[in-house]
C-alpha cells in the first residue's frame, strides 16, 4: 500500500520498512567503531539506534492504521506507541538524517557509491516517514503546542532532498 499516493507514489509502507531496517543495520557497527574510537559515548550511540527502532515502529503503527482501506474501510487510529521517545525527538532527528543525506548523497553519488536512483529512493522514503510526523502521527493532545509545533513545521515546509541534478552534472 501507498501511504502518501500523491507526493510520494512509489514509496509503500514495505519500502520505508526496508529503508529503515538499512537503515538500522548499517548505524549498528558504525556506532559501535564510533564507541570504540571514543569518538561517541555508548548513550550517543544507543539514542541513535532507538531512534531509528521508534521510526520503524511508527511504520509499522502507520500501516497497521491503513491496512482497513484495503479492505474498502476506513483508516483506523494507529495503535499507541511502545516507544518512549517524542514526536519531536523523532520529527528532529529525522530532519537532522535528510540533511545529512543531502549533504552526503551527492558526494557518494559522485564517487559511485551510490546511484542517483537508489539515493532518491532512499530520500523519498524518509520523506514520506517525516509526512506522517508533519500530517500529525503522536503530535501531542494540547491545541496550543500542536499550533506552536505546526508553526515551526511549516517554517521548514521543504525538507532536506537530495540535489540530483549536481550530483549528475
Known amino acids: 500500500m501507498t501511504p502518501h499516493p500523491a507526493r510520494f507514489p512509489a514509496i509503500t509502507f514495505a519500502a520505508i520498512a526496508a529503508e529503515l531496517a538499512r537503515e538500522l543495520a548499517l548505524r549498528g557497527p558504525f556506532y559501535q567503531r ?27 503503527r502507520m500501516q497497521a492504521a491503513f491496512a482497513p482501506l484495503a479492505q474498502g474501510r476506513p483508516a483506523a487510529l494507529p495503535p499507541p506507541p511502545r516507544h518512549t521517545l517524542t514526536w519531536r525527538s523523532r520529527h528532529a532527528a529525522l530532519l537532522a538524517e535528510l540533511a545529512q543525506r543531502a549533504e552526503i548523497y551527492p558526494r557518494e553519488i559522485e564517487r559511485r557509491r551510490l546511484t542517483p536512483a537508489d539515493a532518491a529512493h ?36 521543504q525538507p532536506a532532498t537530495v540535489n540530483l541534478e549536481l550530483a549528475l552534472a
Open 34 to 60: 564510533q564507541v570504540e574510537r571514543c569518538r561517541m559515548t555508548r548513550h550517543q550511540a544507543n539514542t541513535g539506534l532507538d531512534v531509528v527502532a521508534a521510526w520503524q515502529e511508527d511504520c509499522a
Open 122 to 157: 532512499r530520500t523519498a522514503c524518509l520523506q514520506a516517514l517525516l509526512a506522517f510526523y508533519d500530517d500529525g502521527l503522536d503530535w501531542p493532545a494540547d491545541p496550543a503546542t500542536r499550533a506552536a509545533l505546526h508553526t515551526e513545521i511549516a517554517a521548514r515546509l
